[in-house]
């Protein structure tokens, strides 16, 4: 009998013992390829979905102001004042006071602290960002054995065959 945990690290690109099942450029568009073939019964164990050409990616959101900071670092400070209340407030006798006191000076250590931050920068970064994790594109990898068995499953479920790059493997 195989062990699952120590087959995931024999799978993947390049290995003599997968073959490229398709290659998108869209990561929800391989989880629906997954999906499609776990609906039809296959045994999606042998798969593995890579990410190909990881990149660090800022979407930025807005101007971001001395205000803007404050209140960030308001809602923040409360936050964290508040969980600390919670636990103090676990073993005090004050109850529910403890926790919006705990809750009121973090807001305002929090606004202090991101307004004299923001304000140190001195315009470098007047703006506020999201940060998020994408590839290039997506490779949907399956064992060697069951490959044909995964082209035919995508065919029966519709699946339209300019989605399923059978030439790819020939790339790598």
């Known amino acids: 009998m195989t062990d699952p945990a120590r087959d995931i690290l024999t799978r993947g690109p390049g290995r003599p013992d997968t073959t490229l099942l398709a290659t998108l450029t869209d990561y929800r568009e391989a989880q629906a390829m997954v999906d499609r073939l776990s609906d039809a019964g296959f045994p999606v164990q042998d798969l593995s979905i890579v990410w190909d050409g990881l990149q660090q990616v800022e979407y930025v959101t807005g101007r971001l102001t001395v205000a803007g900071a404050a209140g ?3 809602v923040g400070g409360a936050w964290f004042g508040g ?26 250590a929090g606004a202090i602290w991101a307004a004299v931050a923001h304000a140190m920068q001195r315009g ?14 997506y490779e949907i990898w399956c064992s060697s054995e069951r490959i044909g068995e995964a082209r035919r499953t995508l065919a029966e479920a519709g699946v339209p065959a300019a989605d399923v790059d059978a030439e790819v493997d020939a790339v790598r």
Do not use: C, H, N, P
């Open 72 to 74: 960030r670092g308001a």
């Open 124 to 137: 470098r970064r007047d703006f506020a960002t999201v940060g998020a994790m994408q590839a290039k594109r």
């Open 83 to 108: 969980l600390i209340g919670l636990l103090f407030a676990a073993f005090s006798t004050e109850g529910f006071g403890v926790v919006v006191a705990y809750a009121v000076v973090g807001a305002v």
